[in-house]
């Protein structure tokens, strides 16, 4: 059994299976319907179109759109680990802070600039060295581009002279204006989510990784997840080990409410009387599920 189930190993799927495997008390599986990202057209900056119309590609296409002229339009995304993140152009943009103002102004709390920032920073590991917008030490790597085109020197000359600002830092305060693009390589190689999130938790014995898996669906159940101590009335999750099963019967109810705790010898010791309770799990890292019957 598992505490998480993550579908698909892409930018976000990778992270989350870092994150939430930090805590070797819950369970974690990652799903990928993709395989491996081993191709050399994955880790060669300059090969990423090479992988578009291939098994590592998802190959959709538009519905025929009337605005283009009733064709269809070829849309990539990535099908390997790392997902979208093994074939992008490796551009490290992170969006404007305005944007993420307008989200909270329009009532998404914890998503202004300001809120977000801190983790943008603490993710890098950028080569210009820490800052007011950057860092260093963090797991993605990100590099200046080694080989850039002559023509794109020329297109920011051109940019200057027409009256368009150049920017050094378009992940700063603002980025409006022309710039050279940072990216998400390092030594050269392209460095997917990946290779700066799944690597290094790979040796976790809590976090279990299967490729060539495509999920079906997601059949939801009725599920309340609680505190210890504060569900109404449940019946003991299937997915509890009788060893790990708290139950106790609430006021005011003829049915007993059972909760799986895990991960500290307290809980366990507390899990075999029908009338125990689990006392605790503030700062215990324990997981408490209650499955509604
Ligand atoms: C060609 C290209 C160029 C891009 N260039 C840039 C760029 O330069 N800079 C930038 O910032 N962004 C770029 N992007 C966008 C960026 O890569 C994506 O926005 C980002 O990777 C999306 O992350 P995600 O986690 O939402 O999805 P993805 O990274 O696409 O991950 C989804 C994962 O889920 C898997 N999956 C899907 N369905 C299932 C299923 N049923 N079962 C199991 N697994 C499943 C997929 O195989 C995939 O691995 C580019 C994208 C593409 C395709």
Redesign the pocket.
Known sequence: MYDYVI????????VLANRLSEDPTVRVLL????GRDRSPNIKIPAA??KQ?HTKLD?DYATEPEPHVDGRSLY???????????????????RGRPFDYDAWEAQGAPGWGFRDVLPYFIRSEDNVRGASEYHGVGGPLHVSEQRSPRALDRRLLDASRDAGIPLIDDYNGPEQDGASM?Q??QHRGQRFS?ADAFLRPALDRPNLEVRTK????GVALQAVARSACGSATAVAASSSCAPSERCCWRPARSTRPSCCCCRGSARHRSCATSASSRCTTSRGSGATCRTTRS
């Open positions: 579908v698909g190993a892409g930018s976000a799927g990778c799903l990928e319907a993709g990423f179109s578009f998802w849309i990539p995304r990535g099908k390997s680990l790392g997902g979208s993140s093994s074939m992008n152009a490796m551009l490290y943009v693009f990216v998400t989510a898996v495509t999920v079906l």
